[in-house]
């Protein structure tokens, strides 16, 4: 192959590459959905929880304190997922981009941003360490089940339930936009219906403690392994349903 038959055959990856980047930027042109509001909602909650522990402190109660505040964020990237389908999909369209590079681009902005907020969520869990919980025994990140491998595995399972939260949020905004908000509630009901029906299913056949079992054994670190398995089948799901989606 000659030198202009290379050039010319790499240039459709070179131009989708550069588009899906595009997007990227696209999506970052609204800094308060990626940027300014789960940095608000992680301080929020951290000082919140701060306040809360100082105040049981001066109290005398002693022993460590632990709070789940500092899972807020992730509940907020579903909405962020949302926000990201919802206000930039047909300026994208209007473009001329493919669903390939938007879906793409909005997953590794997605990304972006959540590996900053988890290493943010990384460094108050080290600080926490090294001062016993701000000389309170107070921890907000610190929480010792998540930890256990250490803070490399504890900032990746923070990333692996942010980008699932994001995801959720994105393929319900899909949904919304092909089928309407009716065929969207019917989904979330039919959803909780079966993780109701799935609890009661252990419930009648008491198997609660093999299933904290299970969770046991299998650590912080491999319930994250399967969190990114999760999150890959439900990043195909949503693919493809962004796919059927009319302009």
């Not at 579903?78 to 493919?98: D, E, H, I, K």
């Not at 610190?142 to 393929?171: K, Q």
């Not at 009901?189 to 008491?206: D, E, K």
Request: aromatic letters at 16%.
């Amino acid at each position: 192959m000659t030198a202009a038959a290379e050039t010319f055959s790499t240039r459709p990856t070179d131009r989708s590459r550069s588009r899906t980047l595009g997007v990227v930027r696209l999506q970052f042109m609204n800094t308060q959905t990626f940027v300014w509001v789960p940095v608000l909602v992680l301080g929020g909650a951290w000082l919140v929880t701060l306040l809360i522990h100082w105040i049981i402190s001066a109290s005398g109660v002693e022993g460590p304190m632990f709070s789940g505040g500092s899972q807020a964020p992730l509940w907020y990237f579903a909405v962020v997922g949302a926000q990201a389908m919802n206000l930039t999909y047909y300026f994208s369209q209007a473009m001329s981009l493919t669903r390939r590079e938007f879906y793409l681009g909005s997953l590794a902005a997605a990304a972006i941003s959540a590996v900053g907020i988890s290493t943010v969520f990384v460094l108050l869990g080290l600080f926490e360490q090294a001062t016993d919980g701000y000389g309170i025994n107070g921890y907000f990140a610190y929480l010792p089940w998540i930890w256990v491998e250490g803070a490399f595995a504890a900032g990746l399972t923070y990333f692996a339930l942010t980008m699932l939260a994001f995801i959720l949020g994105f393929w319900f905004a899909i949904v919304k936009q092909r089928f309407g908000p009716l065929i969207l509630t019917t989904v979330l009901i039919a959803i909780a219906l079966l993780l109701l029906g799935g609890a009661a299913l252990i419930s009648l056949n008491g198997l609660w403690p093999e299933v904290w079992m299970w969770f046991v054994d299998t650590q912080s670190l491999g319930l994250t392994l399967w969190a990114l398995g999760f999150c890959a089948v439900l990043a195909v799901g949503s693919y493809l349903t962004l796919r059927r989606l009319t302009s």
